[in-house]
């Protein structure tokens, strides 16, 4: 790592600079007595040096050694850097607090009788960035009703594929015209559970809605709402965000699974794993074929070998056997 790579993340941890360049000199210069370290440094005012190190002492990052305990030496430095660490943090949540409290302040002086500190309205061209932005924020869960129309325009999400990555639970429940759109459905769908995201299907979902961490939700318009008025909705912890997160559970409770679990048969061409999941979703095969980007007769092919593997003769036969067996 470059000094000064390393000089900035000392900082950025809670030490001044100077504390950071004596820290650094240290390490490569190894124990050495006051003296020695403030010609190394060209310090002119042993008296300030020697404050500095008191305070380095004091968060653990060098001690005094030798025998006329003079020498100043480095020392494992893991217990420190927590707890700077841990400093650091509760300074954010503090920081994070007042800012959250200034704004509630100016929302108060503009609206005095609203309900802004439950419910947010977000209009006009900053509504993708505000989604953007805190989905960026997720830290554990993502529970979401996903149906167009569609603020981001359709396009592909990164940012969830790198949250999933992360260890960010996501629970979509789909609508059955979102996975009717196959652009949509390749660039978006697809890519997501195929990063872990765990994905049922509804005919249609009560409401379009994200919550995130459970302590955040955002509601946004359906097509019909969204020609008269093109808005988002951010719902801060109360009660009605209790009742959106009860209406998600208990929509994901009656939703069919959109991907196969482990005990599909692994002999399963990829091809057949995914008909078998887009079965599930309900689809027209016209749908499926657009989707898998094959013609009808090629399709047909595909679901009568399915239906020898499974001694079905219809495609809800199949599908039955498919439930029965814990395919999906």
Request: glycine share 4%.
């Amino acid at each position: 790592m470059a000094e000064e790579d390393l000089r900035t993340h000392l900082c950025r941890l809670g030490l001044s600079h100077r504390q950071a360049d004596i820290y650094m000199a240290l390490l490569a210069i190894g124990p050495c007595r006051q003296e020695s370290l403030a010609r190394d440094l060209d310090e002119e005012q042993e008296q300030d040096l020697e404050g500095e190190l008191a305070q380095l002492r004091k968060l653990g990052l060098i001690t005094v050694s030798g025998t006329d305990v003079c020498q100043h030496v480095p020392v494992e430095p893991t217990i420190a850097l927590e707890y700077l660490a841990h400093a650091r943090t509760a300074e954010l949540r503090q920081s994070h607090q007042a800012a959250v409290n200034a704004y509630r302040g100016y929302r108060r002086s503009v609206s005095p009788q609203a309900t802004e500190n439950l419910v947010e309205v977000v209009t006009g061209p900053s509504i993708a960035e505000h989604i953007w932005n805190i989905e960026e924020a997720a830290e554990t869960q993502v529970l979401r009703f996903d149906s167009p129309p569609y603020h981001t325009h359709g396009s592909a999400n990164p940012i969830e594929v790198e949250k999933l990555k992360n260890g960010v639970e996501y629970r979509v429940v789909y609508s059955k015209s979102a996975i009717e759109n196959s652009a949509y459905y390749s660039i978006n769908i697809q890519p997501c559970i195929a990063a872990g995201e765990h994905a049922r299907i509804l005919p249609t979902v009560p409401v379009k809605l994200t919550i995130f961490d459970q302590r955040l939700a955002i509601v946004s318009m359906s097509f019909v709402e969204a020609e008269v008025n093109d808005s988002l909705l951010i719902v801060h912890p109360s009660s009605l965000l209790s009742a959106l997160t009860g209406l998600f559970e208990t929509s994901w409770r009656t939703a069919l699974p959109m991907h196969l679990n482990e005990r599909v048969p692994s002999a399963l061409s990829p091809m057949h794993r995914r008909i078998l999941e887009l079965l599930a979703t309900g689809v027209t095969d016209e749908t499926i074929a657009e989707l898998l980007g094959v013609s009808r007769r090629t399709l047909s092919r595909h679901l009568e070998q399915l239906n020898t593997r499974a001694g079905s003769l219809t495609r809800f036969q199949m599908a039955l056997h498919a439930t029965r067996n814990g395919w999906i």
